[in-house]
Structures are given as structure tokens and as C-alpha cells.
């Protein structure tokens, strides 16, 4: 998973043609870590995708621009265009995230 380093850079997965799933995080956060052992099967599940991932720290503004309250969130964009979104407080299971992928409403070609 590619972490982002600057606005910039997201941008440029948020346009792409592939659908980029965001995982909005923090090292220090429990229930971001609870995720972070099936986080690598989830990626080869859905290896379509592209993941990339948010420290929620070293970027506070992006994630209040992306209504990002919660951590782990997961946001997806394809062509600039959000997909789907599984934001909340609440830790997330390896069922429930990659249910979430699974009903992702993404638009044909």
C-alpha cells in the first residue's frame, strides 16, 4: 500500500482510471492496527484496485475536507469521482472491509 505523501499526489490516484481505495489511519490508533494483519489479503482480493493510505496525522485538513471523523475509514474514487465510503468510529473487521469493496457502486466505462 503506497502511503501519500502530499494533496498533490492523492489527487492523482483520485483521477485515475482504476478505482483507489484511501485508507484513512494513524500509527497509534488500536483499531487501525487491528486491521493492518489481513490488510495485505484484502489488496491481493481485490488487486483491481489500488490502495493507497492517509496518515490522518500528517494530513488533519484533508481528512476534515473529506469528512474523515473516524479512523480506519476507507474512501473510493474512481475518475474523480467518489464510489463508496466506509467511514465511522467504529473498528472494522476483514468481513466487514471487504464487504464494503464487494457493494462498491462503480460506474461502467
Same mark, same amino acid.
Given at each position: 500500500? *503506497? ?74 474514487? *474512481? ?31
Amino acid at each position: 500500500m *503506497k502511503t501519500i505523501e502530499s494533496r498533490e499526489e492523492l489527487q492523482s490516484y483520485l483521477n485515475s482510471d482504476n478505482v483507489t481505495v484511501i485508507l484513512f489511519s494513524a500509527d497509534w490508533c488500536p483499531d487501525c492496527v487491528f486491521i493492518k494483519p489481513f490488510l495485505p489479503e484484502i489488496e491481493e482480493q481485490f488487486s483491481d484496485f489500488t490502495f493507497v493510505y492517509v496518515n490522518r496525522d500528517e494530513h488533519i485538513e484533508l481528512c476534515q475536507e473529506m469528512d474523515i471523523f473516524g479512523i480506519p475509514s476507507f474512501v473510493a474514487f *474512481k475518475s474523480g469521482k467518489e464510489v463508496g465510503r466506509y467511514v465511522n468510529k467504529e473498528r472494522k473487521t476483514k468481513e466487514q472491509i471487504t464487504s464494503f469493496l464487494e457493494g462498491l457502486s462503480i460506474p461502467a466505462e
